[in-house]
């Protein structure tokens, strides 16, 4: 052990210093090759134990990385499909926003749209992983450089502004919810006016806000294009495919 060498040496020298028997320039000799000893000992012992810790510390980059490989895949599939929603409620509330004054809504077309006037899309992204591994210092020890940067911007930028879009859209959503809160009224033939006030002057505004969520979309194109860019970043550093 390096510690036993250190202290094995250490007593030579003192031992060295007291000798009677050696001129002064050999004792020094003799010092300064015991203390080179020990310099190299301490230096072999540090080398050791920091190619170690960093052994351990990329394990759990690899650790990390690979669990993240896995939520991204996880992330990508919801969000392609929060994109179909969003493009079926641009189509219904493009339908609703662009019929004529004095015409009216398909009963047919209504039913069709019904669930997407009424869907709250919204990613739950799987950031537990990247928000552990942050605050525990970590992140850091990622070498590649352009991974690191590409994970932290996309947790920290991308979907940040993704779901700052998305609590717009669904602010307008609320209104319109709101909206027919009140104004909904059953009819005689067991249906609803809800046709009817969505083509009122406030239905229809509202409509003509969430028509157009393209702001949306493309923030979504930018994180499940990063987060794919992160994937193969992944699996070449580990030459998985």
């Not at 072999?44 to 939520?71: A, M, P």
């Not at 920290?156 to 209104?175: C, F, G, I, M, P």
């Amino acid at each position: 052990m390096a510690e036993d060498e250190i202290a094995k040496h250490t007593k030579k020298i003192y031992k060295i210093a007291a000798e009677k028997d050696h001129t002064f320039w050999h004792k020094v000799k003799d010092i300064v090759i015991e203390i080179a000893i020990i310099v190299f000992a301490v230096t072999i012992s540090i080398w050791f134990h920091n190619n170690s810790e960093h052994r351990h510390q990329q394990e759990d980059v690899k650790t990390f990385l690979l669990g993240l490989e896995k939520d991204l895949t996880s992330d990508i599939a919801e969000m392609q499909n929060d994109k179909q929603s969003y493009e079926m409620q641009r189509a219904a509330f493009t339908y609703i926003s662009r019929t004529r004054l004095g015409e009216t809504l398909s009963r047919d077309s209504v039913n069709y749209y019904y669930n997407w006037i009424y869907n709250s899309t919204a990613l739950a992204p799987n950031n537990g992983r990247f928000e552990g591994f942050k605050s525990s210092g970590k992140i850091g020890l990622i070498e590649n450089e352009e991974l690191q940067n590409d994970i932290i911007d996309l947790y920290q930028e991308n979907v940040v502004s993704l779901l700052a879009s998305t609590a717009r859209y669904l602010d307008n959503k609320n209104h319109l919810f709101d909206y027919v809160m009140k104004n909904r009224r059953r009819l005689t033939d067991s249906t609803t006016n809800l046709s009817a006030i969505l083509l009122q002057d406030e239905g229809r505004n509202i409509c003509t806000m969430l028509r157009d969520p393209s702001e949306l979309l493309s923030r979504y194109d930018s994180c499940i294009n990063k987060a794919r860019k992160i994937i193969t970043q992944i699996n070449k550093e580990y030459d998985l495919k």
